[in-house]
C-alpha cells in the first residue's frame, strides 16, 4: 500500500473543528473519501483507526488530521458504508466532513451526570471505610451505579482497542478497572472510572482553547461580502461566491472578506491579523489590502484579486495547520521514548502479578492490585500531549502576532541560534533612496536652488531623482520646467527660470567638465560612506550637491541590539556596494558585514558559517532564495501578499518589522524551556509513582489522580504560550518572555 504521510496535530480534546482550508492531495487515481470523527483527537485513536482501515479492501492510503478531527480515505473503490461500519467497531461515531458535529441536547445533561457520578462514587468510598455492616453489601451497587453513568464509554473504548490489540489509555483504565472490580475494589474502582473520566473533560476543555486559537485565525474573515451588481447596486453574498475581479465595498468598522486592490476612498485599515503591525496604515488607490484586516476609518471599494479560500489569511491559516501536522524534534523523541516505556511498564506489571505470590506466599491479590496501579502508571498520556500542545499554542502565538513558523522544527531550533546574516536592501534599509542631506556650494544661494532641483527631479520616474522631488518639493512653488531631457544613466537637463541646468551623478559632472579637487574629495568621503550623491549645475560649474542613502528602518537597530542581548551574532551579506554595506553595519551595530556579493556569494557565505551553530538567514528577495534555502532557518521579510514567501520560507515575517526577529528568538526559547518542563513534571511524576506501587503507597484511584493530574499540568503549561493577545512587535516586550 502506498505511503500518504501522516498529519498529527494536538492531542486529546473533544469539540468541533472547521475543516482546513485546502484538501490534502490524493494518491494518483485515488477517491478521497473524507471523515470528521468527533473521537478522533489523539494518536492512540489514529492508530486504532490505522490498524482497523489499512487492510480494507481498495483502501490505498490514509491522511490523519487530528487538529480538525479529519480523516481522509484514499481508495480505489472500496465501500464508503463497509469503511463507515469498521470506524463505528472502535466505538467512534463517522460524519460527512461538512456534517455539524451531534451537540447534547442540554449543556447541563454530561456535568449533571458526572456530578451524581462522583457522588455515588465518594459514598462508596465512605461506606467501604465505615463499619456499618450494610456497607459491604451496599458499596458495590453505588460504585456500578457510578461506572455506568460515565464509565461505559471508556469501557467500550477499551475493549475496542484490546480486540486490535492497541494498549492505549482506554485499554489500560478498562483492564484496570475491570481487574479491581475482580478483586472486591469496587469502591477504589468506580474511584478510578470517574476521576479518569472527569480529568478527560477538563483536558479536553483545556486543549479546545490551543484549537480554539487557529480557528479564531478563520473567524478573522467574514462571510459575507458587499458585492456591487453589474446594474451598479450592492448586495450582501457568501464571500465565497465573489469572483476575482468583482468589486466590493467595505464599511468604516467592518472586516474585509477578501484580498484585493483598492479602486476608490483612501481607508486607515488595521492590518495586525495578518502583520501583527499594530498601528493602523493609511491606504489608497492601487494598494494592495488583505482578507481579514479590519477598516478603521472611512469607506471604501476594491477589486478582489482572490478568490475567499486563496487569500493571504487562508494561506497563513494553512500553513499554520500544515507547521502543526509536522512533528517536532522533540515529539519524535516522545513517541519513541513511548513505544519503549509502555511495553516495559506493562511487563513489569505481568511479572509483579506473578512473582509476587511467590515473594510472598499467599498475597495474590496484593500482587495483582500492584500490577494493576502498574498499568494506570504505564499510560504515557502527560508524556505524548506535553509536546504537541506547547507545539500548537507557540505556533498560535506567532501566528497572532504576524510571525508565520512552518513547523515545529525551526521553532524548537531558533533556541540553538548563534548567527544570523541579513541582506540590507529592504531587510535593514527601507529599501529606496531617502535624501540624507544638501548643500548649495556658494552659501549665498539656497532655496532657489532646492526649488530648481524639485523641478527637474519632479519631471523624471528614477528612483533617485524621486526621492530629490519628495524631499524638496515642499521648499517654495513649483517651478515650470521647459525643454527636459532624460539622460540616461547621467541625469535630466532643462530650463528652469529661464537658466539652463542640469541634474545628475558624477558621470554627468565629469562630461560637463566640472569639479575641483576639494569637490572630488568630498564626493570620494561621500562614496565611501556609502551615499548616492546628485549634483545640480549650469554650463559654468556645479551649484549643489545632494546626498542620499538607503536609510535603516526605524526598528533596526533596536532589533539588532535585542538580538546580541539574546547571545546571537549578526552578519550583512549585500549586493551593494562595500562601503554602503559596511557604513549600515556600523550604523545598526552589526558584527561582520560583506558587500558586493551574488547570490551565489551568499550561499558560500552560509556555507562558510556552517561550522559556527545554527545558523538563520533573512532575505526578501529572489537573490536571497539560495542562501534562504541552505540556512538552518530561513526567514522571509514582508511576506504578506507573496506566495512564494509564504510557501517557500521555513519562517515568514508578515511585515517588514525586524523586531520579529528577537520576538521569534525569545519565543522559541519560551517554548524550549515548557518543553522541558512538561517532559520533566511528566517522567518525575511517573517514577515517583513507580516507586510507590512497590512500596505499597499508591493506590489505583491516586494513580489515576496522578497521571490525568500531570496531563492536566502539562496542557496547562504549554497553553501558557497563548498568553498576551496584543502583538509584539519592535523592541516591545513580548509576552511570551514571561513563560517560563
Not at 494553512?318 to 509536522?326: K, L, N, P, R, T
Not at 532641483?453 to 526621492?467: D, Q
Not at 515548557?674 to 517522567?683: E, H, K
Request: overall charge negative; charged content about 20%; proline content about 6%.
Amino acid at each position: 500500500m502506498p505511503h500518504v504521510p501522516t498529519r498529527h496535530a494536538g492531542c486529546c480534546g473533544s469539540g468541533p473543528a472547521r475543516p482546513p482550508r485546502k484538501a490534502v492531495e490524493a494518491p494518483p487515481g485515488t477517491t478521497t473519501l473524507r471523515r470528521r470523527i468527533a473521537e478522533m483527537d489523539c494518536p492512540t485513536e489514529e492508530a486504532l483507526l490505522r490498524k482497523a482501515l489499512a487492510q480494507a479492501p481498495g483502501v490505498e492510503g490514509l491522511d490523519f488530521d487530528l487538529m480538525n478531527r479529519v480523516l481522509s480515505i484514499h481508495h480505489r473503490g472500496a465501500v464508503p458504508a463497509e469503511l463507515d461500519r469498521r470506524i463505528r467497531e472502535l466505538g467512534m461515531t463517522p460524519r460527512a466532513e461538512n456534517e455539524a458535529d451531534a451537540a447534547p441536547a442540554s449543556p447541563r445533561e454530561p456535568w449533571g451526570r458526572m456530578a451524581l457520578a462522583i457522588g455515588l462514587a465518594l459514598a462508596a468510598e465512605l461506606v467501604g471505610w465505615t463499619a456499618w455492616s450494610a456497607g459491604a453489601w451496599l458499596s458495590p451497587p453505588l460504585a456500578l451505579a457510578a461506572i455506568a453513568l460515565v464509565g461505559l464509554p471508556t469501557w467500550r473504548k477499551g475493549w475496542a482497542a484490546l480486540r486490535h490489540r492497541s494498549l492505549n489509555i482506554n485499554a489500560l483504565m478498562s483492564v484496570a478497572v475491570t481487574g479491581a472490580l475482580l478483586i472486591g475494589h469496587w469502591a477504589e474502582a468506580a474511584m478510578v472510572m470517574v476521576l479518569f473520566t472527569l480529568a478527560e473533560r477538563l483536558e479536553a476543555r483545556s486543549l479546545d482553547r490551543a484549537r480554539g486559537a487557529i480557528r479564531a485565525l478563520l473567524d478573522r474573515a467574514p462571510d459575507r461580502a458587499r458585492r456591487q451588481t453589474p446594474a451598479g447596486d450592492w448586495e450582501s453574498i457568501a464571500a465565497s461566491e465573489v469572483a476575482v475581479g468583482e468589486v466590493v465595498r467595505v464599511l468604516p468598522g467592518e472586516r474585509l472578506p477578501l484580498d484585493g486592490v483598492i479602486v476608490r476612498g483612501t481607508p486607515t485599515l488595521d492590518e495586525s491579523p495578518i502583520t501583527g503591525e499594530s498601528l493602523p496604515r493609511d491606504k489608497g488607490p492601487g494598494e494592495a489590502i488583505y482578507a481579514g484586516t479590519i477598516n478603521r476609518h472611512g469607506d471604501f471599494d476594491y477589486r478582489a484579486t482572490r478568490p475567499a479560500d486563496d487569500s493571504t489569511l487562508a494561506r497563513i491559516i494553512h500553513a499554520v495547520e500544515a507547521a502543526q501536522a509536522s512533528r517536532a524534534p522533540t515529539q519524535r523523541f516522545i513517541d519513541r521514548f513511548s513505544a519503549i516505556y509502555t511495553p516495559a511498564v506493562l511487563s513489569l506489571a505481568v511479572v509483579t502479578a506473578l512473582a509476587w505470590p511467590w515473594l510472598f506466599p499467599g498475597a495474590w491479590l496484593e500482587g495483582v492490585y500492584r500490577a494493576l496501579v502498574l498499568l494506570v502508571i504505564a499510560c504515557p498520556c502527560a508524556l505524548v500531549i506535553s509536546t504537541p500542545v506547547t507545539i500548537v499554542s507557540a505556533l498560535s502565538s506567532a501566528a497572532r502576532a504576524g510571525i508565520l513558523i512552518k513547523g515545529g522544527r525551526f521553532l524548537e531550533q531558533g533556541h540553538r541560534l548563534a548567527w544570523l546574516a541579513l541582506d540590507k536592501t529592504g531587510t535593514l534599509t527601507r529599501g529606496e533612496p531617502t535624501l540624507a542631506d544638501w548643500r548649495p556650494l556658494d552659501d549665498s544661494e539656497g532655496a532657489p536652488l532646492a526649488r530648481q532641483a524639485a523641478g527637474l527631479a519632479g519631471r523624471s520616474t528614477h528612483p533617485v531623482s524621486r526621492a530629490v522631488h519628495q524631499a524638496l518639493a515642499g521648499e517654495g512653488d513649483e517651478v515650470e520646467v521647459q525643454d527636459f531631457r532624460e539622460r540616461p544613466g547621467l541625469g535630466v537637463e532643462g530650463e528652469v527660470d529661464g537658466e539652463a541646468l542640469w541634474l545628475g551623478n558624477r558621470r554627468m559632472m565629469t562630461e560637463r567638465g566640472h569639479g575641483d579637487p576639494a569637490l572630488t574629495d568630498e564626493l570620494d568621503a561621500l562614496a565611501e560612506h556609502g551615499d548616492s550623491v546628485v549634483l545640480l549645475g549650469d554650463a559654468r560649474r556645479v551649484r549643489a550637491l545632494f546626498s542620499l542613502r538607503d536609510v535603516l528602518k526605524p526598528g533596526s537597530q533596536a532589533a539588532i541590539a535585542a538580538l546580541h542581548e539574546l547571545g546571537v551574532k549578526t552578519l550583512v551579506l549585500s549586493g551593494d556596494a562595500a562601503p554602503a554595506v559596511d557604513a549600515i553595519a556600523t550604523e545598526a551595530g552589526i558584527d561582520e558585514a560583506r558587500g558586493e556579493l551574488l547570490p551565489e556569494d551568499k550561499l558560500a557565505a552560509i556555507e562558510a558559517l556552517g561550522d559556527r551553530g545554527v545558523i538563520g538567514m533573512v532575505g526578501d528577495g529572489i537573490n536571497d532564495a539560495p542562501a534562504l534555502a541552505r540556512a538552518d532557518i530561513g526567514f522571509a521579510m514582508g511576506a504578506a501578499g507573496s506566495d512564494a514567501a509564504i510557501e517557500t520560507a521555513d519562517v515568514a515575517l508578515m511585515d517588514d518589522d525586524p523586531g520579529k526577529l528577537p520576538t521569534f528568538l525569545r519565543l522559541s526559547r519560551a517554548t524550549r524551556r515548557v518543553l522541558i518542563q512538561n517532559i520533566a513534571l511528566a517522567l518525575g511524576l511517573k517514577a515517583v509513582f513507580l516507586v510507590l506501587a512497590f512500596t505499597g503507597q499508591a493506590t489505583l484511584w491516586m494513580a489515576v489522580f496522578a497521571d490525568m493530574g500531570a496531563s492536566l499540568l502539562v496542557v496547562a503549561n504549554g497553553l501558557r504560550l497563548l498568553r498576551g493577545s496584543a502583538p509584539p512587535t519592535g523592541t516591545q516586550e513580548a509576552a511570551v518572555t514571561t513563560a517560563g
